[in-house]
């Protein structure tokens, strides 16, 4: 971590820090400033959890509330951010079962089957390089064109269509800006899963945007 990481480190650790103070205080600008800031994630994270639009908002919040009465509880031991976000995914998680959308974290052998890149990708034994790419990653030229409406809709709809477990860690990852601690903590599951599934979920989106650039 560079000097001018761990500057802007201690600066959030501080803001929170003044967040969850004021919260504490009752301040209702604090309350507003959060729910600007994490309120469009955590709707984006309840629906992969919830069978409609509406009963996200419902779970953001219940979780809202959740966060205001055991904001006296908060103690700092994670940041304020996976403190909320925790408070959420266990409001969707509950909310979801009852729906009958579950989404086993704990147990990801459905998901952990099978390669994440397309065999087919690859050069076969029958050849002298076997193992070695057949159809390589494409360089994309021209960063600007992932900007366009037509990729980022693709990308939406990509992560929309994979298992939800893969969609929560990717969503949280790459969109939200979570480093890996905060999800792992969020969502209370392992390293090695969360890594797992957000290199799965990656590649489905590479692949996808591969086709589109092509």
């Known amino acids: 971590m560079t000097a001018g990481q761990g500057r802007l480190l201690d600066d959030l650790q501080l803001e929170e820090q003044r967040l969850a103070d004021a919260l504490r205080a009752g301040d209702e600008r604090a309350f507003t400033q959060l729910v600007d800031l994490y309120g469009p994630t955590m709707l984006r994270v309840a629906r992969l959890y919830t069978p409609s639009a ?88 021209g960063w600007a064109r992932l900007l366009e409406r037509e990729a980022l809709e693709l990308i939406e709809r990509t992560i929309a269509e994979l298992p939800p477990a893969q969609a929560i860690v990717i969503t949280m990852r790459d969109v939200a800006g979570f480093d890996s601690e905060e999800v792992c903590n969020a969502l209370e599951i392992t390293e090695t899963n969360q890594r797992v599934l957000l290199h799965r979920a990656r590649s489905r989106v590479r692949r996808a945007l591969e086709e589109y650039l092509r």
């Open 54 to 141: 509406a009963v996200a908002e419902e779970v953001v919040q219940e979780a809202w509330l959740g966060v205001l009465k055991g904001i006296g509880r908060f103690e700092g031991r994670s940041s304020l951010k996976t403190w909320i976000f925790r408070i959420l995914t266990n409001t969707a998680k509950t909310r979801g079962m009852r729906e009958g959308r579950s989404i086993p974290f704990s147990s990801l052998a459905a998901e952990s089957r099978g390669p994440s890149v397309d065999p087919a990708r690859f050069l076969g034994e029958e050849t002298n390089f076997p193992g070695h790419w057949a159809d390589p990653p494409q360089r994309w030229e």
